[in-house]
């Protein structure tokens, strides 16, 4: 198998592991143009398939920063790889250029081989051939600072108490449920680690949408084997359910966020056509026709929201 092919192999597989884990959303960052891969040492973005790559690296590592670099470019700035840490590959088309007479001879523009060669551009032969490097994120390495670090505090946010406290009460009854903030693109909860990964609050476009999610993510985690033990959460693994599975969770989860937002008391004006929207397509994935469907899903999405005020 040629290098090409190898390589191509090894993306294929990034990709399809991806899709696996994730479904669509291993392609989409949270907010466009939010925390984007860069190259720690030029604050260039990295672009294509390894802007992917690296998203989901971040999300998978839980590194607050998507800031990355090569071994030998830490080293030469004083930084250090730390033990054990593994990097991760990003790919590039090697582009070289060659005339048709002198075939093997290989050029790094067309301009030089034209210009070397004294041939004109329809006797040039191009060929593309796929590489890859090495990069570690600055979580991964000692001696090195983010860039973006001063885009911490660009945004103003004001936590809503309507909202922490029903956050803090539901904290006190589900002890081991871990609430995680981290600049990254996904909003998530893992019942095999009890834990919910949110974007930071100024990742959101206002502080009651990001309760809204929050809220979501908190009635999924009501399902865990040590609360309501609900279908869908407890008893099957992500790449076991079954589109009904998914889609009844979905709206268990999406009718609480709603209820517990209206509760707060927060603004959902807006949101609330985003989740009327959301709720009809799972409605339609479960079953049109099927109504008991739906109406376990509200009763169970009720109960959900009962447990997390406790009451």
């Not at 860039?147 to 922490?164: A, G, L, M, Q, W």
């Not at 009890?194 to 609050?201: G, H, Q």
């Not at 407890?234 to 790449?239: F, G, P, S």
């Amino acid at each position: 198998m040629s290098n090409t092919n190898a390589v191509a192999k090894k993306v294929k597989a990034t990709l399809l592991e991806g899709l696996k884990k994730d479904g669509l959303q291993w392609f989409k960052p949270w907010k466009a143009g939010m925390n984007f891969p860069i190259n720690n040492k030029s604050g260039r973005a990295y672009k294509g398939f390894n802007n992917f790559i690296l998203n989901a690296q971040m999300k998978e590592h839980e590194y607050k920063f998507n800031e990355w670099d090569t071994f030998k470019s830490i080293s030469s700035r004083g930084g250090k790889v730390l033990k054990g840490q593994r990097g991760t590959d990003v790919y590039f088309w090697l582009i070289s250029y060659c005339s048709k007479a002198n075939f093997g001879t290989w050029y790094k523009t067309k301009a030089e081989c034209m210009r070397k060669e004294k041939c004109n551009e329809e006797d040039i032969f191009t060929n593309f051939n796929l590489r890859y490097y090495r990069v570690w994120n600055i979580a991964q390495c000692e001696g090195l600072t983010p860039r973006r670090v001063t885009d911490e505090n660009t945004k103003e946010v004001k936590p809503i108490e309507s909202c922490e406290k029903i956050v803090a009460d539901y904290k006190k009854i589900a002890k081991a449920l871990k609430i995680v903030n981290l600049e990254q693109h996904q909003a998530y909860y893992s019942p095999s680690k009890d834990k919910i990964v949110m974007p930071l609050m100024k990742q959101f476009i206002s502080e009651d949408k990001y309760y809204h999610t929050l809220f979501h993510e908190m009635v999924h985690s009501t399902g865990h084997d040590t609360r309501l033990n609900r279908e869908g959460v407890a008893t099957a693994l992500t790449l076991n359910k079954t589109k009904h599975d998914y889609a009844f969770e979905e709206l268990i989860a999406e009718s609480g966020a709603m209820m517990l937002s209206g509760i707060a008391g927060i603004e959902t004006k807006d949101e609330s056509k985003q989740s009327q929207a959301y709720v009809n397509g799972w409605v339609k994935a479960v079953n049109e026709a099927d109504e008991k469907a739906v109406v376990s899903a509200l009763t169970q999405s009720a109960k959900a929201t009962d447990y997390i005020l406790g009451n």
